[in-house]
């Protein structure tokens, strides 16, 4: 996948209507999932993700980075970085 311009608008816009694959769909979805409300995740999400090719080293990846991105901005935005 290239990130081109179209893309990367499509993505910022909505990315449940941008072109995008069944693998890089099912990963947004459960990053989105992870970041509105982890508690949410059952293993049904994880079934899915291994269901498009992911191992439990991919999905262990995964909600790691996306739970540092969660936290890292969480941080920056209670000290106000960026104001």
Request: aromatic share 8%; charged share 30%; net charge negative.
């Amino acid at each position: 996948m290239t990130l081109d311009d179209a893309l990367v608008e499509a993505l910022a816009e909505d990315y449940e209507n941008a072109p995008l694959s069944a693998t890089d769909r099912a990963m947004l979805d459960y990053v989105e999932k992870v970041t509105l409300d982890a508690t949410r995740v059952t293993p049904s999400d994880h079934e899915r993700l291994r269901a498009v090719g992911f191992d439990d080293r991919g999905i262990l990846q995964i909600t790691l980075l996306a739970s540092w991105f969660n936290y890292i901005n969480r941080v920056a935005d209670a000290l106000g970085v960026g104001r």
